[in-house]
């Protein structure tokens, strides 16, 4: 198997204990990344955490191969138990980190690759095809007792959902939300991939191309486009959770909505992972909303108001009737 730093391709996907981290392409060819992570554990708060943590010095084996080789891959794997989709800035990178305190549990949080699958120029059969097979190779059994997978999604996802529904047609699903006005002073202390342009464009999220692509109405449109589909969807499997509810949410009605009954120790070990800030391990938490509420300007306000309102109020009560 060749080495992709300045290899060739290998050829096929390689074997267990390797999980796929980068899509892209070269000479013409899309190619997917390997990685060799043996039975180490997903417990950083994003997948690339992981991979920079395994690949940092060199130590762990790289290789590539076509990704179109990525549908023949098979290995000792799960079928996810859950997917976590979110609005961004709410929590779901808490839930996520507590739910990898669990030993039994396997927890992908935001990976590039499943990205790269949703977001592929391709037909539906095929992106359909390929996507369930890279969920698939990140969800190997790599550690005995493994028996739940979970997928934290990156929060644009929410507006591939019907995609994610015909690849997962069984798989039951949550949506993390929170406050619009919180959300909206988080992303102006430090603005998210999702809310730039070049990075994801307006038009998967259903917004003009040729409008304005920057400032606080068109962030606010932005997470009006991932709320609203996470609305639409909501009969299909779907479980809203506020961020007020968190963490006990996490096992008190995700969990549960997962199908999953967690043990003494695993409720343990999520409250003991609660205490601590989740994007910053070792730091212990410290509650935000106030601060942010304080923060907010009349600009936010303003498109709150215009772009966001109605369908937070609209989540909230759906959320209420749903019990």
Avoid at 155 to 168: D, G, Q, T
Avoid at 234 to 247: F, K, M, Q, R
Avoid at 261 to 285: C, I, Y
């Amino acid at each position: 198997m060749d080495v992709a730093d300045g290899g060739k391709p290998a050829e096929g996907p390689p074997g267990p204990g390797w999980l796929p981290i980068r899509v892209h392409q070269t000479g013409g060819q899309m190619l997917l990344d390997w990685v060799f992570f043996g039975d180490r554990r997903l417990a950083e708060p994003f997948y690339e955490d992981s991979v920079v943590q395994v690949r940092t010095g060199g130590g762990a084996p790289l290789v590539s191969a076509p990704l179109a080789d990525l549908a023949n891959w098979t290995g000792p794997s799960l079928e996810p138990t859950g997917l976590i989709f979110h609005m961004s800035r709410c929590g779901s990178t808490l839930a996520s980190q507590m739910l990898a305190a669990c030993p039994a549990n396997i927890v992908v949080s935001e990976a590039g690759p499943v990205d790269a699958m949703v977001r592929l120029e391709a037909t539906d059969e095929k992106r359909i095809k390929l996507l369930r097979a890279m969920v698939s190779a990140l969800g190997q059994v790599r550690n005995p007792g493994e028996s739940r997978y979970v997928l934290k999604l990156d929060s644009w996802h929410a507006r591939a959902l019907p995609l994610w529904r015909r690849a997962f047609p069984q798989t039951p699903w949550a949506f993390l939300y929170r406050e619009p006005a919180e959300v909206m002073v988080s992303h102006a202390r430090r603005t998210g991939m999702q809310m730039v342009a070049s990075l994801v464009p307006p038009a998967f999220y259903g917004i003009d191309p040729d409008g304005q692509t920057w400032g606080e109405d068109y962030r606010a449109q932005v997470l009006a486009a991932i709320c609203g589909s996470a609305l639409r969807e909501h009969a299909s499997g779907g479980l809203l959770v506020s961020y007020d509810e968190l963490p006990r949410a996490v096992w008190t009605r995700i969990l549960p909505h997962f199908g999953v009954t967690p043990s003494a120790e695993e409720l343990a070990a999520m409250a003991a992972a609660a205490r601590f800030d989740a994007k910053s391990p070792g730091v212990p938490f410290s509650a935000d909303a106030a601060a942010k509420r304080d923060q907010t300007t009349t600009a936010i306000d303003a498109a709150v108001e215009r772009r966001l309102a109605e369908i937070y109020r609209k989540l909230e009560c759906l959320r209420a009737s749903a019990g």
